[in-house]
């Protein structure tokens, strides 16, 4: 239809490599995948109202057809690989041509998909759980907006587009996340997501900034082909560039120490942090790393250093404080921050395909489990573990896709996760990397404890809430049969030595992905990954399945020291608030206004007043003395001026009008005289 | 549409509100509906005239003149009345018409104590000539009439309908209205400003050779280096302070708070929108090309002043408690932006300042019409006790949350580009000045966002988000009504359309931009 309008420039395929399709008319439309979401969100939230299902129709809606068009696209993907882009300009300054446009390859195709079917799961399990709830309709808008947002990210060929995309998920995010704005802590918790994000952010703003200025193009095209070309304007400023890019990816992926927002994110309702939580939102930095990986595959290679530094640390202190929360969600939240942590060590040791793949399965899992959580939530009225107990008997749904999302998470053969995880492990081993190695194999078994751990707390034992809890509706746990598929076999779309597809779909792209990973599977280390795995269950099951110990001591461990460290996050919560927020927000800013008032202002009313006096000594002058013709025409002419001002009684106007007047024209006269 | 084309268009464009001044002035005070009948009509006349002058207007040329005349105005000091608009001024003044024309719209059925929509109308239509006046004047002496003519309706605006609480100077003992203080404050502010620029205006048509306050020849003159040693950096600064305090600049803007919270809603919409852009758009058509090797001289201190002003006006915005003002500091930061982009020198920069100008214009306007909205249904501006506001007006607080992400910058809407853009020119300026300097700037500057942001987000939990407090149970308030809804609506569209297209504005600024920064900087 815009095509039609004539307001594409024509330029498909420009960047296709020959080996690759340039994907046809399938390609060529998918702007709609970006566009019907938006359009929804917006006409749910004009006239959603007015419908039957209040708009949710609209949201799963669109929802579905980017689903439906993003596996079409997957499929069409495995043939030859497709890759094309094609924009139009939106504004042009000098030579910097600003543009919305589309970009369909393997990366971008991945992403669609996943958030097409992890989406339309979510939306339509969220039609169960939000019945009832306030602000129904807006939810659905701000949901609906979300996922575009999401989809305009992705959907990005240059960095400008990227931001929009990417500040649009943060606005949804808050607005998701602060539903319940009622409570200050809900709408806390959303302004922290907003502005832990914006902090990174500048990160963003600074590294696109610095790419564009020295590329002379904002087109990821044009970027990623200055990386591999070996541009030495690039190369100079590579460092600092891809590192400012990485600073924003650490925003939305929420990897230490931007990870804060995350937990917090809790505040909004259950289908909001399973959507966030795998296909949208925090997977956008993972997937801006993959999108200049050629760049810090190559030229960016220092950066990397410090994204494997970065995941490490993330994947392991994040999962320890999972194995201490009591609310559920939480437990997956950080649960989250280590995978991702994970993704973007997989990243920093170069191993996209890796990165890719565990954020393609952990989608499936995560999404899943968080949905379970939110069947428990919505059965027991509460988060907390201690308030469930026993619910395998009275959610046997729940409790079996839960079950099958934890192991595909702990990593256990042959669901997704072993596979995914085996190779992040296996890619670790191969670039050299022991210690981050040893450490990923640790949160591997952390991993498979706190969900052994959560899943023997809410599922086993005596149900310790209140009433008699019951399985969810159908609507609500037909989603959750569906997701638990996808977790249970989406592994084996990459099984090292035996079928490589997913390497191939996710490396069709313009510019080349140098990495290869297809190496043979590597029995050895799946084996270790997968007896960490069991003796993390092991471990769990012991500490946590004894009736008595499920009754009784809810957190085994509670060691000295570590576990109030834990408890508190490592406190960096409040070494945030009190080191940052409280210094800027009430001490600086409070400086300031002084300043404003006391100094500035200070300076402005005692000039006034010194004003006020000359005017005086003026006026006595040429009132008695008739001193100086000058003077007396210039403040006879302020004072004419000043009595039409009289009615608003300020009285001393005309004064310092005179004054200045007077200063001016002596001024005026010494300037022309003297030059 | 010859006739358009050679001056009349513009005449229309600036002196239709004067004339409708005149015509309302004439009719009787007790006859209001016909007084505002007569304001509409000019503020719309002048409207249209502007639309027209941008279809008449050649986009494939916009660094030339255009719909321009050039007559014998006061020759006794060889001063013409020489006005035309290129690409940079076209969109200001189509700006002003617009956010005039909605003023006159929402002053329709909201008018300020002690009424008296005569004399308001009045005012409104005297100042609109003033601002569109500045925009297209290229003599100096008639720029600096039209620049100052805004001066005395904002002054009674504010002296008159303004905010009448007293309050309490640090350091005297008397207390005043804080309507006479702001008032007098503001007046004085400016005229100390723009006497320096008439000195500076002055010294230029005493050393130009033949003597002219023609922009146009005196930017000749300039390049040819007429204006150069510290004759022109004393003149750059005349100028810049003319200029500075109205944009303004820290730490020239302590008038600004006290205006914009004292003034009546539409005098701080116009003060906002409109009138602050006259300083900037002074530097960007008076000094940048008249005094090209001096503003490279001046471009690190006005960058430096620049960004002080964005983390300065931000964390005051963090202080404040009340709305009005938080607003109002708020334009402290982002007016920081424009001069950030300004000072570049650059094609990229100067880009940004101009659509910068433009989104600052649509967007504060915006937000200070519904603070002036809010305040006037709950009588009070203090955020404390407001809260709930969502709930008592979701209208008016869906449209105060889309505002305010606008003015935070939001990519996608058009406070964006104007602050992308800004950051973006600072990180490589014009050959010569100090890398360094500016790439901090840049820094600086963009973690200025991240306290605009801080400050939108925390006002509007504050006004917006919990449970109404207990002071408002039980009372109905009537959301948004159908004249604050059709001066809004174009507002709100117009943050939505340059966000998502931007060539709205580049497309008449980029070329005259180009064409400035060649001839003045050979960039």
Known sequence: MLAALGLFAAEEGEHAALTLSDGGVLAEWAWLIVVVPLVAAFAIIFFGKQMKNKGWELAVGALGFVGLYGVALFIANMGDGISFSDQIEIARIGDFAIEWGWVVDGLSITLYALVGVVGTAVFIYAKGYMEGEIRYTFFFGAFTFFAGSMLVLVSSPNLLQLIVGWEGVGLASYLLIGHYWEEKENSDAAIKAFMTNKIADVGLVIGVIIMGATVGSFRFGDVLEAAVTGDSALEEVAFWGGLALFIGAMGKSAQFPFHVWLPDAMAGPTPVSSLMHAATMVTAGVYLVGRMFPFYEDMGSDVRTIIIAVGVITLFSMGLIAMVQDDVKKVLAYSTLSQLGYMTAAMGAGAYTAAMFHLFTHAFFKGLLFLCAG???????SNNMSDMGGLRRFMPTTYKTWLIGSLALAGIVPLSGFFSKDEILASLSHEGQTVALVIALAGAFITAFYMTRATALSFFGEFKGHGEPHESPSVMTRPLVGLAALAAVAGFANVPGLFTGFTDWVTSRAIPIVEHHAESFNFGLAGIGLAVGIAGIAAG???????????????????????????NKYYMDDIYHHGLVRPIRDTAAAFVNWTNTYIIDGVVNGAALVSKFLAGIVYGGFDQHGIDFGINVAGAAAGEAGTALSYSQSGKVQQYAAALFVGVVLLVAGFIIFT | MEWFDNGWGLSLVVFLPLVGAFAVMAIPKTNELVAKQTGMFFAAASFVASVVAILRFDFGNTARFQLDTDLTWISSISSNFHIGVDGISLPLVVLSTFITLLAMIYSWDHWPEPHNPKMFIVLMLVLATGMAGTFVALDLILFFVFFELVLLPMYFMIGIWGDRTPMKLPGFKREVETRLYAAIKFFLFTLFGSAFMLLGFIALFFRS????????????????????????????????????????????????????????TVGSVLLAAIMLKLGSYGFIRISLPILPQEAREWAPAIAILAVIAIIYGSLACLAQTDMKRLIAFSSVGHMGFVMLGIATLTDVGINAAVIGMVAHGVITGLLFFLAGSMSHRYHTREMARLGGNQKLMPVMGGILAF??????????????WGEFMALFGSFNPLDGLSLGLFRSAMVIGAIGTVLTAGYMLWMLQRVNLGEPKAEWAGREFHDVDRFEMAAWAPLVLAILAIGVFPKIVFAATDGAVEQLVRSAFGG
């Open chain 2, 209 to 264: 050779a033949p003597h002219t306050f023609d922009m146009l020849a005196l930017s000749e003159m300039g390049r040819a280096g007429l204006f150069t040693g510290s004759f022109g950096f004393w003149v750059f600064g005349a100028l810049f302070l003319g200029f500075a305090v109205k944009v303004p600049m820290w730490p020239l803007h302590t008038w600004l708070p006290d205006a914009h919270t004292a003034a009546p």
């Open chain 1, 541 to 567: 099951w012991a500490l946590y399945s004894r009736d008595e110990a499920t009754q009784t001591a809810r957190d085994r461990l509670e060691v000295p020291v570590l576990y109030p460290v834990l408890r």
């Open chain 1, 375 to 381: 069947s428990m939530i919505h059965a027991v009225h």
């Open chain 2, 403 to 416: 505002t305010a992400m606008a003015s935070l910058g939001l990519p996608g809407l058009a406070g964006f």
